[in-house]
């Protein structure tokens, strides 16, 4: 089976277009070597895909030529256990920022405007 549809098909990527073009732009690796969307994936075969969920290194379990529901689609492969604790450790720390806010753009809002008197010591 093509990679660009097994990607598909393991809900790596919404559409097969979407995987075949991040296979030109090296986010897929098969065996530590950049993959091209037409490459055969068979079962035990490792890749590393990178999208906007994260970096996931998997290993092929099963082929699949269509795209089911979800629960199927985590069948097909096993993320190794290096890249589920990067993912989770690397998810902890974004939720750390999140509650720390930072700056934001533009004039302070009203609220800020309080928050700001609040930290200033007025009223």
Do not use: H
Request: charge should be positive; proline fraction near 2%; include cysteine.
């Amino acid at each position: 089976m093509r990679m660009d549809k097994w990607l598909w098909a393991a809900r790596f990527f919404k559409t097969r277009a979407l995987a075949t073009k991040a296979c030109e732009f090296g986010r897929v690796e098969f065996n530590g070597q950049r993959a091209k969307a037409a490459r055969e994936v068979r079962a035990g075969d490792l890749l590393q895909v990178k999208n906007d969920s994260g970096v996931f290194q998997v290993e092929v379990m099963a082929v699949s030529a269509m795209r089911g529901p979800a629960a199927v689609a985590q069948t097909l492969y096993r993320e190794t256990e290096a890249s589920l604790g990067l993912r989770l450790k690397l998810d902890e720390e974004r939720r750390a920022m999140r509650n720390y806010g930072g700056f934001r753009e533009g004039k302070p809002t009203k609220r800020d405007r309080r928050e700001i008197g609040r930290l200033r010591g007025e009223a």
